[in-house]
């Protein structure tokens, strides 16, 4: 038997989180774990209360057509990584890292090298976590150093003053 390294354990973990999804165009799970015990789980769905895509069998941004990465406005769901953090308290999380894992609703595969939207990457920055881990190419790992979201972020908005938006 081989046993998976921490990094492998954890993504599993967070791709069956993400089997719990009810999107239908991706499903993502995320975990927060920090001193090897996890913190807190999401999936990607409908706020509590409210009917999921899955059970409407409806998606407005796809049937709108927009990209991956647009229009999140139009999205009826909570991302995966938003519900794992407010259902942590901010101490437990300074530091920790969440594990992401996506899967193809269509296949089921596991997507690879995915990273949080720019909304989400916002508020992993205000939880305290250090970093993110996803699925990479060839059975590897991809790490995202949250703190370089930080100054890459610095570096957006001076630009964006800059240009005067």
Same mark, same amino acid.
């Given at each position: 038997?081989?046993?998976?390294?921490?990094?492998?354990?954890?993504?599993?973990?967070?791709?069956?989180?993400?089997?719990?999804?009810?999107?239908?165009?991706?499903?993502?799970?995320?975990?927060?774990?920090?001193?090897?015990?996890?913190?807190?789980?999401?999936?990607? #769905?409908?706020?509590?209360?409210?009917?999921?895509?899955?059970? $409407?069998?409806?998606?407005?941004?796809?049937? +709108? !057509? &927009?990209?991956?990465?647009?229009?999140?406005?139009?999205?009826?769901?909570?991302?995966?990584?938003?519900?794992?953090?407010?259902?942590?308290?901010?101490?437990?999380?300074?530091?920790?890292?969440?594990?992401?894992?996506?899967?193809?609703?269509?296949? #089921?595969?596991?997507?690879?090298?995915?990273?949080?939207?720019? $909304?989400?990457?916002?508020?992993?920055?205000? +939880? !305290? &976590?250090?970093?993110?881990?996803?699925?990479?190419?060839?059975?590897?790992?991809?790490?995202?150093?949250?703190?370089?979201?930080?100054?890459?972020?610095?570096?957006?908005?001076?630009?964006?003053?800059?240009?005067?938006?």
């Amino acid at each position: 038997m081989n046993r998976p390294d921490k990094d492998h354990y954890y993504l599993d973990i967070a791709a069956a989180v993400a089997k719990r999804s009810t999107c239908l165009r991706r499903h993502f799970g995320a975990i927060i774990v920090k001193v090897d015990q996890i913190i807190s789980t999401g999936y990607v #769905g409908a706020p509590r209360g409210s009917i999921n895509c899955i059970d $409407l069998q409806d998606c407005p941004r796809e049937k +709108a !057509g &927009i990209p991956s990465g647009e229009r999140y406005e139009l999205c009826r769901s909570v991302h995966a990584e938003m519900n794992a953090i407010i259902h942590a308290a901010r101490s437990e999380m300074i530091g920790a890292t969440l594990y992401l894992a996506c899967l193809s609703p269509q296949t #089921g595969e596991r997507v690879i090298a995915v990273r949080p939207c720019k $909304l989400c990457t916002r508020m992993i920055i205000n +939880a !305290g &976590i250090d970093w993110v881990v996803a699925d990479g190419a060839d059975g590897g790992v991809v790490r995202y150093a949250v703190q370089d979201w930080v100054k890459q972020d610095r570096g957006v908005w001076a630009d964006e003053n800059i240009h005067g938006y």
